[in-house]
Structures are given as structure tokens and as C-alpha cells.
């Protein structure tokens, strides 16, 4: 199962969400959301620390 994690923006807050694709099963599953700490990832949520 591949995995993708995506940063995206809603008005001035930072989101990742974890993606997981089932290519046999053909199934899109989301793993989880949350907003990146930046004690462990850069102010825009771009770079881990």
C-alpha cells in the first residue's frame, strides 16, 4: 500500500493530511489530518526539523 502526505493550506492555517492507496482493492483511505507542530516541522509545514 502506497502512502502520500500532503500539505495544504485553509485561509492562514497549515494542514497535513496522510493518504493511503489499496491499488489491488482500488480504494483512496485518508490515514489522518492534523496541523504540523512546529516544534517538528518548519513554520510553513514544509521541511521536518
Known sequence: MASYLVRAECGAD???????FDIAD???RIITTYRPDVALWSEDGRKRQ
Open 26 to 28: 482500488k480504494f483512496v
Open 14 to 20: 497549515v494542514v497535513h493530511v496522510l493518504f493511503a
